[in-house]
């Protein structure tokens, strides 16, 4: 702020009209019983090697409590990916972190039960890798630290459910 140039200001003006041009857009949350009482459901997804610079992926996650989205990411890995299936094992870990983040944020508010939130994934063999870990051959080669995902499912804080492509929310944060 204390020394803008015209690129802040160039950005600036596109952030306001953005703003102006979605005015109308927004995203609903009603009032009602189910809402208070939703379970919540996490949502994420990888484009793996989209990136044609740094064969990078971009991964995202949305969480819905209810019908609702409460929390949403779109982002570019920090690492490549040698698979689909470690592009979104590793955007599931991602999504695994801010799972207990807003579990205990809604502890904090008492409004979550002991059952454990369900993580929507549209690929397989993730899920088959982090619920059995005798799957070691396809996945000696992924860091050790992406293994929380398979510790916090073993400890039942976590349900992987298989997504279908068409029905997965975070697709949409995924492709350009």
Same mark, same amino acid.
């Given at each position: 702020?204390?020394?803008?140039? @015209?690129?802040?200001?160039?950005?600036?003006?596109?952030?306001?009209?953005?703003?102006?041009?979605?005015?109308?857009?927004?995203?609903?949350? !009603?009032?009602?019983?189910?809402?208070?009482? $939703?379970?919540?459901? =996490?949502?994420? =997804?990888? =484009?793996?090697?989209?990136?044609?610079?740094?064969?990078?992926?971009?991964? $995202?996650? *949305?969480?819905?409590?209810?019908?609702? !989205?409460?929390?949403?990411?779109?982002?570019?890995?920090? *690492?490549?990916?040698?698979?689909? /299936?470690?592009?979104?094992?590793?955007?599931? *870990?991602?999504? @695994?972190?801010?799972?207990?983040?807003?579990?205990?944020?809604?502890?904090?508010?008492?409004?979550?039960? /002991?059952? !454990?939130?369900?993580?929507?994934?549209?690929?397989?063999? @993730?899920?088959?890798?982090?619920?059995?870990? *005798?799957?070691?051959?396809?996945?000696?080669?992924?860091? @050790?630290?992406?293994?929380?995902?398979?510790?916090?499912?073993?400890?039942?804080?976590?349900?992987?459910?298989?997504?279908?492509?068409?029905?997965?929310?975070?697709?949409?944060?995924?492709?350009?």
């Amino acid at each position: 702020m204390e020394k803008s140039k @015209t690129p802040h200001f160039l950005a600036a003006k596109r952030i306001l009209r953005y703003v102006k041009g979605t005015l109308d857009l927004g995203i609903l949350y !009603p009032y009602s019983q189910k809402n208070i009482e $939703g379970e919540v459901f =996490d949502y994420s =997804d990888s =484009d793996w090697c989209d990136d044609k610079d740094d064969r990078k992926n971009t991964v $995202g996650y *949305v969480f819905k409590f209810g019908t609702s !989205p409460i929390s949403w990411c779109s982002k570019k890995q920090s *690492v490549v990916a040698l698979s689909t /299936c470690e592009a979104e094992y590793i955007v599931a *870990v991602m999504t @695994t972190c801010q799972a207990l983040w807003l579990e205990a944020l809604m502890e904090e508010l008492n409004m979550r039960d /002991c059952s !454990p939130m369900r993580l929507l994934i549209d690929n397989k063999p @993730t899920i088959d890798l982090a619920k059995h870990p *005798v799957a070691h051959d396809r996945s000696k080669h992924i860091e @050790t630290k992406f293994h929380f995902l398979r510790d916090q499912v073993s400890k039942e804080k976590l349900e992987l459910e298989f997504c279908r492509s068409e029905d997965q929310v975070a697709d949409i944060l995924t492709n350009h």
